[in-house]
Structures are given as structure tokens and as C-alpha cells.
């Protein structure tokens, strides 16, 4: 039975097998091996094909449609559904809204659907184009995890320093805003909402028996389960550190209006 690429994919590209893609007309039959097509689900013609092609498993097809945020795997047909979300690095918009990829993958085919763009694909094609990207579908996996878990690690890097600051103008005696720090502390505990279940996501990948992944695949997986484990454990340290200097600033008011 043939198989077509749909008409309103956002992307088509046959991976090379040598870290570059080679791309596929909409419309036209689908090569055996290594395709990777990324849809937008709220176009009406690909919300359809994900309904009806064969290509994919009954069971896949309600989360490709949009249908699930937290992060999860299922397997399915010898292959996977992941949702995965991604900090959201648009400009202008709030990094803490996090943007959900999601996509069915197995040995010879990656399938993922999204609504707003998500970064960690802007990366692999990037990759790609400079003939620097995954070499199969397992690869695709990894690389997709990795971006997502680096983005993650920069944005609490980042909060992490913010604090620092905000701690150096309590020792200085001057008032920090208190308005950042609420800010500051609502991002940090959103993204634990998320980042908690998806790095227990990339620790079962690790764990998987799933027969087209490698041994290094495995070894590279459990590795952002536990960069992501210790990225979770600066969060809550975090979290502490914006309750401390909550305290320490309704201290210098209270100081600050006594005076």
C-alpha cells in the first residue's frame, strides 16, 4: 500500500543518513526509510490526515491532534508517542508558557505536530541544513531530547542569576522589586509543573526496551535524565531562595516605614 506525504505538512524531509535531509513534496509517495514530517494540527487537512492515514496507530491519533500538554510516553506499534514541552523562546513572549511538541516515532518514521513553533525543531533543521544533524530516526530522538533538556538548564540559569542579584541588592540594604521577584518566582514554579514529569519521561526512554534504539542511545538519554534531575534540584533550591528573600524584603519595608 503507498503512502503520501500530506499536502498541508509544514515539513517534509527524508533524512540522508549522513546529517543532512533531503526535502519531500507535499503530495508526492513516501520513501521507505527515515521520514520525518512536521505538521501544524490546527490546519484543517493535516487535523484530517492525522485522523485517517494509516500511517499512524489508532491510539496516537487524539494526542497529535492536541488533545494532551503534560508530558508523557506511550508506546504504540513498535513505536512511541511522546509530548514533550519546550520553553518558549519567541520574542516578547513569556518563557515559562511552554510550548508542547508532539510526535509518534519509530524506526522509519517521525511524525510530530505542533501549533506555535518549538525551538528544539528550529535546531535539528539548522543542524541539518549544515549537513550536522541525526542520521536516523533514533538520532532525531536523542537530539530532540537534548535540545529540549539545554533549553531548560540556560532558563534556570538564567532565574538562577536573577536571584543572585536580587540577594546582592538585600545585602546592599536597597529594596528590590518586589514585583520581579513574584515574577520570577511564578516562572520557576510552572516550569517545575512541567520539567518534573519530562525529565521521568527521559528517564524511561533510558530505560526502554525498544529495539531500534542503541546502547549508546540509552547511555545519551539517561544522561539528560540526570543533567535534567540536577537542573530540577537547582530549581527547588531556587524556589526556597525567592521565599527567603520574600521574607528579607518585607523585613526592609516594614524597617523601611518604622524609620
Known amino acids: 500500500m503507498s503512502h ?25 509517495e513516501l520513501p521507505a526509510d527515515d521520514v520525518w514530517m512536521h505538521l501544524d494540527y490546527s490546519s484543517p487537512h493535516a487535523y484530517e490526515w492525522i485522523k485517517t492515514s494509516p500511517l499512524l496507530p489508532d491510539g496516537v491519533r487524539d494526542s497529535l491532534q492536541g488533545d494532551s500538554s503534560r508530558p508523557k510516553l506511550v508506546k504504540a506499534n513498535g513505536g512511541m508517542l511522546l509530548t514533550l514541552r519546550c520553553i518558549n523562546a519567541t520574542e516578547g513572549q513569556r518563557p515559562d508558557q511552554m510550548v508542547a511538541l508532539r510526535f509518534y516515532i ?88 512541567y520539567l518534573a514529569p519530562q525529565r521521568d519521561v527521559f528517564s524511561r526512554l533510558a530505560n526502554e526496551k525498544i529495539n531500534w534504539l542503541e546502547k549508546d542511545d540509552h547511555r545519551h538519554l539517561q544522561d539528560i535524565a540526570d543533567r535534567m534531575g540536577r537542573w530540577l534540584e537547582d530549581l527547588d533550591a531556587s524556589i526556597a531562595r525567592t521565599s527567603l528573600l520574600a521574607d528579607e524584603i518585607n523585613a526592609l519595608m516594614t524597617e523601611a516605614m518604622n524609620r
Not at 147 to 171: H, P, S, T, W, Y
Open 4 to 28: 503520501h506525504i500530506p499536502t498541508s505538512v509544514v515539513f517534509a524531509l527524508r533524512l540522508d543518513g549522513r546529517g543532512g535531509a533531503e526535502k519531500l513534496k507535499p503530495g508526492c
Open 106 to 193: 519509530s524506526e522509519r518514521i517521525i511524525v510530530s505536530t505542533r501549533r506555535r513553533r518549538v525551538p528544539a525543531v528550529d535546531e535539528i533543521m539548522q543542524d541539518l541544513a549544515k549537513n550536522m544533524g541525526p542520521l536516523n530516526t533514533a538520532d532525531w530522538l536523542v537530539d530532540v531530547c537534548e535540545n529540549l533538556a539545554e533549553q531548560a538548564g540556560d532558563f534556570i540559569d538564567e532565574m538562577m542569576d536573577k536571584i543572585v542579584r536580587l540577594e546582592d541588592e538585600i545585602l546592599e540594604h536597597r529594596s528590590p522589586s518586589r514585583r520581579e521577584l513574584v515574577e520570577i518566582r511564578r516562572q520557576l514554579i510552572v516550569l517545575r509543573r
